[in-house]
């Protein structure tokens, strides 16, 4: 059974920096993108972005390009979310997801709240 777990969420100023791990498991996952998405109050979801097992990268919302960065660690089944420079407006649950490409992500987490102060 495929289980993903986030952690690293949590309250922080804006300006302020977080980093979000997901630990996946329960079979290999070297076929499929890791990735992020984040909803906020009121919104649809949106996809961050995702990271190939050969760590090439894919970004969807502009509003995070040069802040965030989506990496992962094939080793240890995990995927990151480096977020920087935080803006009250990425106030949102952010989920990690599995998948084959951002729009048929197969696997997801439960969700872990993301709050930035202004």
């Known amino acids: 059974q495929v289980q993903l777990v986030e952690s690293g969420g949590g309250l922080v100023q804006a300006g302020g920096s977080l980093r979000l791990s997901c630990a996946a498991s329960g079979r290999t996952f070297d076929s499929y993108l890791m990735g992020w998405f984040r909803q906020a109050p009121g919104k649809e979801r949106e996809f961050v972005g995702a990271?190939?097992?050969?760590?090439?990268?894919?970004y969807g919302a502009d509003s995070v390009k040069g802040r965030f960065t989506v990496s992962r660690d094939n080793a240890k089944n995990m995927v990151y979310l480096q977020m920087n420079s935080l803006k009250p407006e990425d106030t949102a649950v952010y989920y990690c997801?599995?998948?084959?490409?951002?729009?048929?992500?197969?696997?997801w987490g439960q969700g872990t709240q993301v709050t930035v102060s202004s």
């Open positions: 997801a599995v998948g084959a490409a951002p729009a048929t992500m197969r696997f």
């Open positions: 990271v190939t097992w050969g760590h090439t990268n894919v």
